[in-house]
Structure formats: C-alpha cells, structure tokens
C-alpha cells in the first residue's frame, strides 16, 4: 500500500467523481467520496444529486460512425457506472442517447450511496494531502480554497472559458400547427420537434438576437468560449448565414407531410422520459433571462412559449494538464494526485464519464501497488487521455471526443463513414481483447 491510510479520496461526486469512486470499489478498495452540495452548491447546479447534468440530457451520438457513439460502448464494456444508468434511464432522441436527467441522477446517487465500500462524505474540502492517494474531480465551477489548493499544487498557468446552458420550454405551451415531428433525413424515429422559418422570419429572429442585451461578465475574466458549446447569439455574430450551418441547419429537415424546405430550423429535444420539457437545441445563451423570452418567442410554433429554465452562463475552470499531469492522469510532481473530470480538459458528459473512469482504475492500481494495464491505443478513451496528457499546443484548450484523436486504420477508405466505422471496429475489437486479459 503506498499512502498513509486504508482508502482513497475522492473530491466531487460529478460525473467524473462518482465514475472514479465506484471505479474504485469495485476493485475491493474502500473509498471516501466527499461531496459539498448541499452545503455549498453553483450557481449552475440545481439537485442534491451526485452526476447532475447541467447542460444538456444529450449525450450525443449512439452510432459507431461517430466518436461519441465509440465512446459510449467502449464505456459500456468497461463496465461504466454512468453508462449503465444513462442506458437505464433514456428517453427518445433519434440517433442520439439522450436521458432523463433527474432520474438519471437519482440512479446514480442510490447506486453508489449504497456501496458497500463508498462512505460518502457532505462537506466542502478546503485542503488536499499530498501524501494521501486521492483524486480531484472538483469540477469546471471550481473556485474558493480548492482552487487555491490546485493552484498550489498544478500551478498557476491554468485556462479558463465560458460555458453556456440552453433553455427548456414547457411541451404544453409549443403551438403544434406550427411544429412537426421529425429527425434529420429520416434518420431514427422523429424525435426532434422542429420549428421552421421562411428568410424574413429568420432574418427578424437574427437582428434580435445579435441586438439583445447579455449578461455582462465579470471585469477580471476575459471573454473566451469554447467552440463546442458557442452562446448562440456569440456564434450568430459571425455572419448571417453562421446558424444556418449551425443549430439552425435546415438540410435533410423537410415537413414529412408536405415536403416543404425551410430557409432555417430549431429544433428541439424532449428532457424527461414523459416529454413534458423541451430542450432548446443548440441554443446554449448568456442572453439575460427577460432578453431570451423576447427573442425566443419570435421563433415559430414558440410565441407563448413557458421558460421552465432559462440559459445560464457560468465559468468553467481547468488547469494545463499535458503539462503538469502524467500519463496515469496525476501530477508529474505529486503523483498522489489524480485530476478527473472537465478540470483536466475534457470537455462533455462521456467524456467526464471516461476521464473519471481511468483515474479511478489508475489510482486503484497504485493503491495496490501494481503496474495498471494501459488501454489499448486504438481506443477512443485512450486516444482522450493521450490528448489531455500529451498536446503539443501552447494554448491547451478542451476537447471534446473526436475520430480525429484516434489512429487511422492502415487501409486508406475514402467513404468517411465507412472509414469512422472501421476505426470503431478497431477499437472495440481491442478493447474486447484488453477486457478478457484483465
């Protein structure tokens, strides 16, 4: 045993958090999980529950043609916590995995509360023991003492950007003759609600929204944001046509009834199981909350939409992991220490989900003293952990999973989806392997 008592810690009970604490147990070591919600809770944070997902139900795509998708089962194989309550608890999205997210959470809160080697501990920790074995799954929201703790510890050359949630609207209040249910080029069940709009409604809806008025960010940050979750009215300031390439796409979105193309489209997801929430999608904002009604009701089928949440913003932290971290997602100089979640880098739930998973079986294994089997290469969770540890950028920025992370199959295959699928193939053909030696 190479630490000073019989468990690990693990700080945050995230998606990261509470992956790395049953991560943990599961390999018979006892685990202390300290949690600060209740006491002290984010502004972006709304349940007591462990794993909140604050942006989005979505986990994206569930095919093998996209990274996501690869991600998610090779998580599954890996016997994911998180993975088996998304499947558990998921709600209709097309070609995507989405979930309800408060029970979703609860699943996860029960599961890992009722572990036998999982004490679970409410309270904000303040001070980090470099001689304990211990992971740090604070969070992108971290700040107050813990930061000042990382800070001392990571260093001092950490990034930062913004993040921004979508709004959710009540299903009751959409005006359905003015909605259609479909997903894009048919693909799936028609699970999307799409909103459509001729040129000069969506002209009208763009001059509102690059006008209206934002929450303003504090004087000290700068504003930076990151490119996967783009403020919708930021990304509309690029060019008019910007959101008809974007969230507003209207490709492979005719009426399924008529035929009829649009000029744009919203679309929006179902939140809960039972489809009484609407996820705007695709419309993460800092709009203030009375500018997002304003401007939200000029799109079609929304005009007496009901705001269930506003879109808030919020600061998201994250220090330069390639390079103060090790390839075992600790710091190269205090190798007790573990680093989980988006405060590496990683950018998403799966791949919180994923980070939060190595950790937890990387400091298990030092725990025990043995030498932690690396995954496969050709893995998209190895290939995430290799960018997080190992990018060459001077200006390290988080990333989401992607097929461009991932090693190219040796047989060059111009069709990209058929090339996407042989690098899944690949990687799960290996990670199967990796799974019998273990």
Not at 95 to 112: H, N, P, W
Not at 263 to 292: I, M, P, S, Y
Request: net charge negative; hydrophobic share 40%; glycine share 6%.
């Amino acid at each position: 045993m190479n630490q000073m008592n019989d468990y690990i810690t693990v700080i945050g009970a995230g998606i990261a958090g509470s992956e790395a604490a049953w991560q943990i147990a599961e390999k018979g070591i006892k685990v202390k999980l300290f949690e600060m919600k209740p006491i002290r809770k984010q502004a972006a944070h709304k349940s007591e529950n462990f794993a909140e997902l604050v942006c989005s139900n979505s986990l994206r795509g569930a095919g093998l043609e996209n990274a996501p998708g690869l991600l998610k089962e090779e998580l599954r194989l890996l016997e994911s916590v998180f993975m088996a309550a998304a499947d558990r608890h998921s709600v209709p999205a097309g070609g995507a995995l989405a979930v309800d997210r408060e029970e979703f959470s609860k699943d996860i809160t029960e599961t890992i509360k009722n572990h036998p080697l999982i004490e679970v501990c409410y309270q904000e920790v303040e001070l980090i023991n470099k001689d304990q074995i211990t992971i740090i799954a604070t969070g992108p929201l971290t700040d107050g003492k813990m930061m000042e703790e990382i800070r001392k510890f990571a260093g001092d050359d950490q990034f930062y950007f913004y993040d921004a949630a979508a709004p959710i609207v009540s299903a009751d209040s959409v005006d359905y003759s003015k909605a259609y249910w479909a997903s894009r080029y048919g693909k799936g069940t028609p699970d999307y609600l799409n909103c459509p709009m001729n040129r000069e409604e969506y002209d009208h809806f763009y001059r509102e929204l690059i006008h209206a008025d934002t929450v303003p960010v504090n004087e000290i940050d700068k504003e930076v944001f990151f490119e996967g979750c783009m403020p919708v009215e930021v990304m509309a300031k690029r060019g008019l046509k910007t959101l008809l390439f974007g969230p507003l796409k209207p490709v492979g979105l005719e009426h399924p009834e008529t035929g009829e193309s649009y000029h744009a489209v919203v679309q929006l997801r179902k939140e809960n199981r039972e489809g009484t929430l609407l996820n705007l999608v695709g419309f993460q904002t800092h709009l203030k909350w009375g500018e997002q009604k304003r401007v939200f009701q000029l799109i079609p089928g929304l005009e007496q939409a009901e705001f269930m949440r506003y879109g808030v913003m919020h600061r998201n932290s994250f220090i330069n992991s390639p390079k103060v971290l090790a390839e075992d997602s600790s710091l190269k100089e205090y190798p007790n220490l573990f680093f989980a979640g988006q405060i590496t880098g990683v950018e998403g739930y799966i791949e919180s989900c994923a980070s939060g998973l190595l950790a937890g079986r990387y400091a298990a294994a030092k725990f025990l003293d043995k030498k932690a089997l690396s995954l496969p290469a050709e893995t998209a969770t190895a290939s995430l952990l290799r960018y997080i540890t190992t990018s060459p950028s001077k200006n390290f920025q988080p990333m989401n999973i992607n097929f461009g992370l991932l090693p190219k199959p040796e047989q060059k295959i111009k069709n990209k989806k058929e090339r996407y699928l042989k690098i899944s193939d690949n990687a799960l053909k290996a990670l199967r392997d990796y799974v019998k030696e273990l």
